[in-house]
């Protein structure tokens, strides 16, 4: 086997790269398509980025794309975990846009990859190199603990399993199902409609704006840059799902959802409060991304990070996610 690494995505064969993503099993983030549209579009400053790919002759058998950022904390858990880091240039994998860390395989490579990794930090000038959003009991996460590497707690991203949207109400309590139930009914009497489009046909620089917006008010200011977030999502093509909710024409919610071949990932959304009726705009986009998940016949609703109360009485559970930073 051989480590090659190349500058950038675009330097790599989209079908020799995504052959071992979906042999894996890995997310949607390690898609060519996802990894090119942040290099094309990037939404948290960075230094530098480039990829790795194992090869055992001619064949690839991992990849892994990474960043050198010095600025790479947008929700400020990284350095709560690790303060040492502040001001640090840290070569990562992947960014913090992707809520799911793996190292896409189809062989036992990893000790190779850190070796690598290590070589590859040192060259850039990292003062740290590692992986963020790790599951905690994954694959990844058991083999950066047996090769001796300590984790620390980052945060939780949230996720349930899907069958029928009838069978994920049930699993319900008895008042988060007559909410939504409710509010279903609310938002039709209010005039409420929603739409399913491709990116190319969705109002994205009004989501955009409306995705600034609310993390804006959620303290999460810069996490999705305007003009920079509508360039990336029309680079990731059929890997987008949006969803509009409009009250007289007017847009109160938009979900920008990703999707891979068992998880519907609801990425990124927008919401606006002042409506006309006693509804929550919030409550309608997340219904409806629930029922188009099980329409595509996805597995596993991925409900990302953030909001948790919410997502508990929705019937999430949460996925421990831990940073593991090595000292270059």
Known sequence: ????????????????WNSVVHASGAPVFYEHAYVRAYEQAPLTNSDYSGCFVVRDGEKP???LPVYLQTAVNPLRRLHEAYPETVGKPLLLSHTWHCYDAHVPATADVLPRLLDAFTRAASVLG??????????RGNALSRGLSAAGLPARHLTDRWATELTTYEHYLSKLGIRARANLRRNERRAEEAGVTIEVLPADHAALDEISLLCTKTATRFDTNGFYPGSTLT?????????????EVRQHDRLVAAGICLADATRFHTWACGVDYAVDGRYSPYGVLFGESVKLAIRLGKTTLEGGRGNSDFKRRHGLSPRHLDAVLIRV
């Open 1 to 16: 086997m051989r480590v090659e690494f190349s500058n950038s995505i675009r330097e790599i064969d989209a079908a020799d």
């Open 61 to 63: 058998v991992a990849v």
């Open 126 to 135: 990292a003062h740290w190199y590692g992986f963020v959003n790790v599951e």
């Open 231 to 243: 360039e990336f999502v029309l680079a990731l093509g059929d890997l987008v799902h949006v969803i």
